[in-house]
């Protein structure tokens, strides 16, 4: 079991399939099974997946002043998942909330954050707590900044989810890129070719790892160590149902199997069996495999 402080977003998450993007007007639509809503957010589906392969987690995020934890609660109690919610402050005035539309692989997301770039969160507490960690995975949100230097205070690994690297977004996260050592970049809104932007991230930030998901062709993995890059093409465990969530889940598993064995080629095809499982399921935070699980499935495919 390794300790993993993770800090970033929980939002109330809506996921609706359509037929087409962009969506036809149409007045009404009574669709079985179309509409689905949950809890998710990056911190909170990234700290469900860790702690589902038995990870110690600490995850750190905040709420609606308005919005009982309990929900929460419930949640993760019918989710059959003990992740604990001390660390889930009721700070914020709304509660951050995103619907996404989805079609065959594509989707369109809206989000409305709340007041959540603008409140602080408790600095003693991240201090606190991340003094015995192993790993420390966060988002580029604003109130994960104080953990970069924390970080860098007690030496812990810092691993970063990038939800974007287009050209306006990267001067708000130059610092966050600048202090991982482990990125995950999604080429959802990418500008560039994928490997030019690793050859970007590589000579610019200098991280030990970068992931590069790219959709239905897999991974490209970059490793500091040996300076490879490499492609993995995608793994099939499951038929798709839904691929939002996938990037997260895929992170995840990697930092579990990275930090148990520092091994980055292994650690990527376990993430890749973990994700394909994952895609079979609506919603960003379930359908997740078990260790025994991806043993089995790497024994079939890859040995």
Same mark, same amino acid.
């Given at each position: ?49 860790? /702690?589902?392969?038995? &990870? ?18 419930? #949640? ?25 539309? #989805?079609? @065959? ?9 709340? =007041?959540? /770039?603008?409140?602080? #969160? ?11 960690? =192993?790993?420390?995975?966060?988002? *580029?949100? *604003? $109130? ?7 970080? @860098? +205070? #007690? ?5 970063? *989810?990038? /939800?974007?690297? /287009?050209?306006?977004?990267?001067? !708000? ?15 959802? =809104? ?28 897999? %991974? ?6 040996? &300076?490879? %890059? ?17 990037? &997260?889940?895929?992170?995840?598993? $990697? ?9 980055? +080629? ?10 394909? !499982? ?26």
């Amino acid at each position: 079991m390794s300790k993993f402080l993770v800090a970033g977003f929980v939002q109330m998450e809506t996921i609706v399939k359509v037929d087409a993007l962009p969506l036809p007007y149409k007045q009404f639509e009574s669709i079985p099974e179309s509409v689905n809503t949950s809890i998710g957010g990056a911190g909170f589906n990234e700290a469900m997946a860790l /702690r589902w392969l038995g &990870n110690d987690i600490d995850f750190m995020s905040m709420v609606a002043r308005n919005m009982s934890k309990r929900q929460i609660d419930a #949640y993760l109690k019918i989710n059959d998942v003990n992740l604990s919610t001390d660390f889930v402050l009721p700070l914020l005035d709304g509660m951050p909330t995103s619907v996404i539309l #989805y079609c @065959k692989g594509i989707k369109q997301t809206f989000e409305d954050v709340k =007041d959540i /770039r603008h409140v602080p #969160y408790d600095l003693e507490l991240f201090e606190r707590q991340i003094q015995d960690k =192993d790993m420390v995975l966060i988002s *580029n949100c *604003n $109130f994960c900044r104080p953990v970069i230097s924390l970080a @860098k +205070k #007690y030496h812990k690994p810092l691993a970063l *989810n990038v /939800r974007s690297m /287009r050209a306006e977004k990267i001067a !708000y996260k130059e610092d966050f890129l600048a202090a991982a050592d482990i990125l995950y970049i999604s080429d959802d =809104d990418l500008e560039c070719d994928p490997y030019d932007c690793i050859k970007e991230c590589r000579d610019k930030y200098d991280p030990e790892i970068i992931i590069m998901g790219i959709g239905a062709k897999g %991974v490209i993995l970059y490793t500091k160590e040996d &300076n490879s %890059v490499l492609e993995y093409k995608p793994v099939k465990t499951n038929e798709i149902v839904n691929t939002v969530g996938a990037g &997260n889940a895929l992170f995840s598993a $990697f930092l579990h199997y990275y930090t148990k064995t520092k091994d980055a +080629k292994e650690s990527i095809k376990n993430a890749l069996l973990f994700a394909s !499982y994952k895609i079979g399921f609506v919603g960003t935070s379930n359908g997740f495999m078990t260790e025994d699980q991806i043993e089995q499935w790497k024994a079939l495919i890859w040995q």
